[in-house]
């Protein structure tokens, strides 16, 4: 869809809702920021699921580790640190792109 | 073409009741299953003691089964409830639509959630069948706790039934299915998360019954842990319900809540479900080994806490798309 027909569909849908006036007044640019709104939210909200996720595994089986030899929990809590941030480099792309979407580009 | 208020109050009622019972459903059914299932191959092995299991199998089930009575309870509301004439239209049908969003995707995880104890009791059981009343116990506190979430939702999707939206058009449209998906989402992961805790803690109370206690506390730690995305999305859907009179009633407005409602409400599944795999596998190790006890509590809050990161960033998100931009 080109972007007249979104502004189009969009007054559409507000003038159904009986307000003529936001309807004529809805440009162009407020499209833009409102899709820039929702794409950071998608973007923060799914890209947060799989960092979650991975860390719990991560967690999870080092604390099985640690439950089957607790004399190395030193290194089996540092490993499962150095997992757990590598894993999060996603969460932290969606965050940066989040961000970048709701400073930026708004 | 112009649709009449009447018509977006029969669409408003149908597709609402028909998210919180068709989702709302899903998970009370695959939980009840799957201890229906792990009771039929205990009674397989030990053919004896099959009141012993038959017990445990429903009491886990009756248990497992209140989240899909609260999607009944909603979706019931949701076809029945009074036209509110204030707000008869578009705004009624997006409150409808809302709560059913809430009530459905809550209840599936809390659904799942507490069939993960019911499965291990029975598994237990079937091994240890004197040490059932302590097991099933202990299945029904998990139980309990992983229920919270989809007694929140619950909760927000009465509030949105019952109390007035604020804002006017686009912006109550745009709050009202907002706070219906924060919460509800939200819900979902912390739902399976809090079960998979309470099935490792019965698992290994299970295999090891001497450390009760101390499996129990740590399995009230980690739910308790668990269920903290499901209470992001109560709080952003709690600031949608009161604090945002002034929104604008624009296409902006409502992308401000929609967009808030998917980071806060989509963001807290993941972390649910990791926060779930850490508790599962340390209320195992805790019960094996109690003299470790203090630990694993400290390398499952370390762990929970890294998991829980991604959910505190969804939630910043949610404020600065509420509140900065």
């Known amino acids: ?106 | 073409m112009d649709i009449a208020p009447e018509t977006w109050n029969f669409i408003g009622r149908f597709v609402g009741a028909a998210f919180a019972l068709g989702l709302g459903g899903i998970g009370a059914a695959v939980g009840m299953g799957m201890a229906a299932a792990e009771a039929n191959r205990g009674m397989m092995r030990q053919p004896s003691r099959h009141s012993d299991l038959l017990r445990t199998m429903l009491l886990g089930q009756a248990v497992g089964g209140s989240p899909s009575i609260f999607a009944l309870v909603v979706g019931l509301l949701i076809l029945f409830l009074p036209v509110n004439e204030a707000t008869s239209g578009a705004v009624f049908a997006s409150t409808l639509i809302g709560a059913g969003l809430a009530v459905g995707l809550g209840c599936f995880g809390s659904g799942i959630g507490c069939g993960l104890p019911a499965l291990a009791a029975c598994q237990g059981v079937a091994r240890n069948p004197e040490k059932s009343t302590a097991l099933t116990t202990t299945m029904m506190i998990g139980q309990a706790l992983a229920q919270s979430p989809s007694i929140f939702a619950t909760i927000i999707a009465l509030m949105l039934l019952f109390l007035p939206i604020p804002g006017v058009g686009l912006a109550s449209i745009g709050i009202a299915i907002g706070a219906g998906i924060s919460m509800g989402a939200s819900a979902l992961g912390p739902g399976i998360g809090s079960g998979m805790t309470a099935g490792g803690a019965v698992r290994g109370q299970s295999n090891w019954p001497a450390s009760r206690p101390v499996t129990v506390r740590t399995m009230l730690i980690a739910q308790a842990i668990c269920d903290t995305p499901a209470i992001f999305g109560m709080l952003v859907a709690f600031i949608m319900l009161f604090t945002l009179q002034d929104l604008e009633p624009t296409i902006i407005g409502f992308s401000q809540t929609f967009a808030a409602a998917i980071a806060v409400g989509v963001g807290g599944i993941g972390p649910g479900i990791g926060c779930g795999a850490v508790g599962d596998t340390s209320c195992e190790a805790t019960a094996n080994e109690p003299k470790n006890d203090a630990l694993m509590l400290r390398t499952m809050l370390i762990g929970q806490a890294v998991s829980q990161s991604t959910a505190i960033y969804a939630l910043i998100i949610a404020l600065v798309i509420l509140f900065v931009v």
């Open chain 1, 1 to 106: 869809m080109d972007p007249v027909t979104i502004l189009t569909l969009a007054q559409t849908v507000i003038a159904q809702n009986g307000d003529q006036a936001a309807a004529a007044a809805i440009s162009g640019k407020d499209i833009i920021q409102a899709g820039a709104l929702i794409g950071a939210g998608i973007c923060m909200g799914f890209g947060a699921i799989g960092p979650g996720i991975g860390e719990g595994f991560a967690a999870g089986k080092a604390c099985e580790a640690i439950g089957r030899a607790p004399e190395e929990a030193g290194l089996l809590t540092r490993t499962m640190l150095i997992g757990q941030a590598v894993s999060e480099s996603t969460g932290i792309y969606s965050l940066v792109v989040a961000l970048l979407m709701l400073f930026v580009i708004v």
